[in-house]
């Protein structure tokens, strides 16, 4: 008889559905509507941003990163991740938002393939349990390079989060890398 454990990768612990009914992407109100579910949501200062449940993430130790001359201070420059060139953006520095020195620094990895960029964060990401209650029909001020792409905002606990649109992000961030 064999009972070995099968594991999940972290990549598709971070990324399996806590509600396999949730097809939809996240920033529809219709999920919401069924009941309160989770989310995957990380910090950058105090922003507090929210993984589409149906994106692919890996979080990992920072490894070594490649910089490239000529570009902005805030684009640390590129890993290879399984053969596929990464850019890694520290959003902290785009922001002028000073880093938590008693944090460990994390990369997260959003996305696979070509379509995949590395944030720089501090700490771990969390779950966060939202329900429809908790949207803001106002969204609080965030820096202006983030509000394109943070689209929907909750209150949940006194502490704001944020949908992210991070494909949309890393593309308007591949247009202002050269300096």
């Known amino acids: 008889m064999n009972n070995k454990t099968s594991w999940l990768s972290p ?3 971070l990324n399996r559905p806590f509600d396999a009914e949730m097809d939809d ?3 529809d109100d219709e999920w919401l509507e069924l009941e309160a579910t989770r989310q995957l949501g990380f910090h950058i200062g105090n922003i507090g941003l929210l993984i589409s449940h149906n994106i692919t993430s ?4 920072v490894r070594t990163i490649c910089s ?3 570009t902005v201070p805030w684009f640390l420059g590129l890993i290879n991740l399984r053969g596929n060139l990464v850019p890694v953006f520290d959003i902290n520095m785009l922001l002028q938002i ?5 944090k460990k620094r994390m990369l997260l990895i959003l996305g696979e393939g070509e379509t995949a960029g590395a944030i720089m964060i501090n700490g771990l990401p969390m779950h966060i349990t ?3 209650a908790d949207k803001l029909d106002i969204l609080p001020p965030l820096p202006e390079a983030l509000k394109p792409f943070t689209p929907v905002a ?6 704001v989060w944020f949908t992210f649109d991070h494909l949309g992000f890393f593309k308007s961030l ?5 300096t």
């Not at 890996?58 to 130790?61: A, G, P, Q, V």
């Not at 000073?98 to 008693?102: F, L, S, V």
């Not at 909750?154 to 502490?159: A, M, Y």
């Open 174 to 178: 591949a247009t202002k890398i050269a």
């Open 154 to 159: 909750f209150d949940r606990n006194g502490e």
């Open 68 to 70: 490239i001359p000529n």
């Open 130 to 132: 939202l329900s429809v």
């Open 25 to 27: 992407e996240f920033v």
């Open 58 to 61: 890996e979080l990992t130790e």
């Open 11 to 13: 990549s598709e612990a």
């Open 98 to 102: 000073e880093n938590e020195a008693d």
